[in-house]
């Protein structure tokens, strides 16, 4: 009870007894003595409780615990691998921040995978993700934990993240937070400088339309000197993940494929446009962008790629003799003249089998810090703050970064991610034989769209029957 509200409780009682002198001094006794009471708890109880300056009252988060403990991590997608990597990129600067903490990396190889490590009750503490897979992984496995609780109880301020990341995450964890974003990535235009130079052709610039694009490669696909020249391949599965008109894969109330959908056929005919221009057209030795067309790029037979952010600082970097290349920021349709592509972002996420929940969330908050998305930054991954002061510090430990278009390599404004649902993975699973199906096999569209409905719908009902 507050000192005013016993004062009200008080003074209501005193006037029971108006009248009755000895009564009223004997209840005004009763009163002071009774506030005094009060304003005397009220004192010991701020005593013993710390308080932040500055934020009107409110309690201080923990300090982190200096308790020694290994953390184990998992890191299910991206080009880290190998345990140097690893220290190389977190654990050295966790290890830094946290004296207390043992980074301990899980290396992927045979017989070690998710699944033999949840059979065999291996503890994770960190488990890293895209957006994409975590119906496939996380939940699938029952791995997920809400970490809101730990969010309040160290005060973290998820505002600074980009915001559609959260949103995304938010989505999937129905209002929660399964982890926090750490990283991002997302599609660009990257080009062989060397390509343009030769055939005197402008480089591609920061605001093309899909019409831009399409003239620009037929101005590049050509055969030289017995050599043919494509003007632009893709990667399919990223470009149609991140396009800005946001298509389903799977509907998430009925449960049943999209792809015969107006948006999905609107995009495909966007993109497999550039495959009907005269020495463009890919056959069975060009049409696969992961074993075909990046080799191609690589060789400088390709001018243009549509692909992730991370192909021109991971795959290509500074591995190719000769190749000069550089970035453009990714088309976009006449109607979403300021709408990016949707981006893919990566989480760390803290399992519900993890022992060391708040330690692994401090290091987690850690990773999203100013100070540790510069030193990621640096390494050329994208990071998940928007602070320009971060960004400044892209690439600057990759000398063959120096001069590149780094504004290109992440939207200023991205498309809202697409929800994923559980059987996302089942759809996208379909997209490979889409292309090649349209590109190799001279199917219609809409034929072609039609039967990978019919193939995915026949495999999601198949999975839902497991789960009965």
């Known amino acids: 009870m507050s000192g005013s509200a016993g004062r009200r409780n008080i003074n209501r009682n005193v006037c029971l007894f108006e009248g009755g002198d000895a009564l009223n001094r004997t209840y005004r006794l009763y009163a002071l003595m009774l506030v005094m009471m009060t304003t005397a708890g009220l004192l010991a109880g701020c005593a013993g409780s710390k308080v932040q300056p500055g ?19 998992w890191l299910h997608v991206g080009s880290i691998s190998d345990n140097e990597s690893f220290m190389k990129v977190f654990g050295d600067k966790i290890k830094e921040k946290f004296p207390n903490v043992t980074p301990k990396f899980i290396a992927p190889g045979k017989g070690v995978s998710l699944k033999s490590l949840v059979e065999t009750q291996e503890p994770i503490d960190i488990f890293y993700d895209a957006y994409g897979q975590l119906h496939q992984y996380l939940l699938e496995y029952g791995l997920q934990y809400d970490i809101s609780e730990l969010m309040k109880k160290y005060k973290y301020d998820s505002s600074k993240l980009e915001p559609t990341s959260v949103a995304a995450m938010r989505e999937v964890a129905k209002g929660g937070m399964y982890g926090l974003p750490v990283s991002v990535d997302s599609v660009n235009i990257l080009y062989n400088k060397g390509l343009f130079d030769r055939f005197g052709v402008p480089y591609p610039t920061d605001n093309m339309t899909w019409e831009d694009m399409y003239d620009l490669t037929k101005k590049m696909a050509r055969v030289e000197g017995g050599v043919r020249y494509m003007g632009l391949g893709m990667s399919p599965m990223h470009v149609t993940i991140a396009d800005q008109l946001g298509p389903e894969f799977v509907d998430k109330t009925k449960n049943q494929a999209m792809f015969s959908s107006d948006t999905f056929k609107k995009m495909f005919q966007t993109l497999t446009q550039f495959y009907t221009i005269t020495n463009n057209k890919p056959d069975s030795t060009s049409w696969n962008y992961s074993s075909q067309q990046l080799e191609m790029f690589k060789k400088q037979q390709i001018a243009m790629l549509l692909s992730v952010s991370a192909t021109g600082t991971r795959i290509i970097a500074d591995k190719e003799p000769g190749l000069e290349w550089d970035v453009a920021a990714y088309p976009h349709y006449k109607e979403k003249k300021n709408v990016g592509p ?90 490979e034989t889409i292309m090649k199906d349209i590109l190799l096999n001279g199917k219609d569209m809409n034929t072609t769209l039609r039967e990978a409905d019919e193939r995915a719908n026949q495999k999601i009902a198949e999975k839902m029957a497991q789960k009965k």
Not at 55 to 68: F, I, K, L, Q, V
């Open 342 to 431: 949707q981006l893919n972002p990566g989480y760390f996420l803290i399992p519900v089998m993890s022992k060391h929940k708040d330690m692994a969330f401090q290091v987690t908050a850690y990773v999203t810090s100013e100070e540790f998305q510069k030193h990621m930054a640096r390494k050329g991954y994208s990071p998940i703050l928007k602070d320009a002061a971060v960004w400044a510090e892209y690439g600057k430990d990759l000398p063959f970064m120096k001069g590149k278009n780094i504004k290109a390599m992440i939207p200023d404004n991205p498309a809202p991610i697409v929800p994923a649902t559980p059987y996302h993975a089942i759809a996208k699973a379909e997209l």
């Open 55 to 73: 934020t009107g009252g409110e309690a201080a988060a923990p300090a982190p615990s200096d308790e020694p403990v290994e953390l184990a991590f």
